[in-house]
């Protein structure tokens, strides 16, 4: 046989290539299902983008499904993607428990699942491969603490009256923010919860239960503790159709770090936003060729946030990426 420049080059290219994790990927794309909660946010719209697009740049045949915040449709895409045998299935669960059977179902039918930004609550932890998401719970505390050092430094007589718009009912992120919160804010007496409820992560049901909240206990309201910064966006309409200043005659503590956020901090409407990064895509995708791989990988991978107050909001606007 006769070998040329160009054959023995094209051998070393397939070679080096051959011997690469992306190998499998040049033979058979991977085939990734995915199952979202749905849109219900700000944040949510950037953690779909992040997904897709790092899909796109990694080659993953992404199967996408919203679940348009029902457990049920989620169960129903995680049913469809085992019967199309894909590769992986990755998803980020509404609601904490209730996963243990159609969990079993994937991993009998040998389909890794990783769970993005949310947790499950499993009798198995085998039944997933590995957590990739936020600390809720730290977030809690980081915006408990903010309260914190702001009361010390208003020092103001008697009661601060806390009105709490919990997230999704039985979502990791509600019953961590939750529990992270009032953890801190124990330290102090003075700090008091005096309503709680869900406004579901939206600006429509953030609003609406505010406007409950003011029509309830009125000028009592001293802070405002939001899951995420989509109610407390919602919230902030409420207070100003009341007559109030959101932001200063009622301090407003939220989560996220959305661009809308920083919009209303920039604005003197939002006091801080506690970071909680959607942009998880490229993470999923490497971790995703990895499993495929049969690679090991932690069983639990943390994203780095920070805290955003309101007096550094003009400055850091430019650098957000959602
Ligand atoms: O699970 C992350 C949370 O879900 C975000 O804080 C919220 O905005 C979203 O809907």
């Not at 740049?57 to 499904?65: C, D, H, P, S």
Request: proline share 4%; with cysteine.
């Amino acid at each position: 046989m006769k070998l040329t420049r160009r054959s023995i080059l094209a051998a070393a290219v397939f070679a080096s290539f051959a011997a690469s994790p992306f190998a499998a990927f040049a033979a058979k794309p991977l085939v990734m299902g995915f199952s979202q909660v749905g849109a219900e946010s700000e944040w949510r719209t950037a953690n779909t983008v992040s997904v897709k697009d790092a899909a796109k740049k990694a080659g993953v045949n992404l199967k996408f499904a919203d679940a348009q915040q029902k457990q049920e449709n989620q169960v129903k895409a995680i049913r469809s993607f085992i019967a199309q045998k894909v590769d992986v299935i990755a998803f980020s669960p509404v609601v904490e428990s209730g996963w243990d059977t159609v969990l079993r179902e994937a991993q009998a039918a040998k389909i890794p699942v990783i769970l993005t930004d949310r947790a499950v609550n499993v009798t198995d932890p085998s039944l997933y491969v590995t957590f990739i998401g936020s600390d809720f719970v730290e977030e809690g505390r980081r915006a408990g603490k903010w309260l914190l050092e702001h009361v010390k430094k208003t020092s103001p007589d008697g009661t601060v009256n806390i009105v709490e718009l919990q997230g999704t009912v039985g979502s990791a992120p509600a019953i961590d923010r939750k529990k992270g919160f009032e953890e801190v804010i124990a330290s102090n007496a003075k700090l008091k919860v005096i309503r709680s409820q869900t406004g579901d992560f939206t600006r429509a049901k953030g609003k609406e239960v505010m406007e409950a909240f003011l029509k309830a206990e009125g000028k009592k309201i001293n802070v405002l503790y939001a899951h995420n910064d989509d109610m407390a966006i919602g919230a902030i309409q409420a207070i100003e159709e009341a007559g109030m200043k959101p932001g200063k005659d009622i301090t407003i503590i939220s989560i996220d770090g959305v661009k809308g956020a920083f919009e209303a901090m920039i604005a003197g409407k939002l006091n801080v936003t506690v970071e909680c990064s959607p942009l998880l895509g490229p993470q999923l995708m490497q971790i995703a060729a990895d499993v495929v791989a049969g690679k090991p990988v932690p069983k639990r991978i943390t994203t780095q946030e920070g805290v955003f107050p309101a007096e550094v909001a003009a400055k850091e606007f430019p650098n957000r990426k959602y």
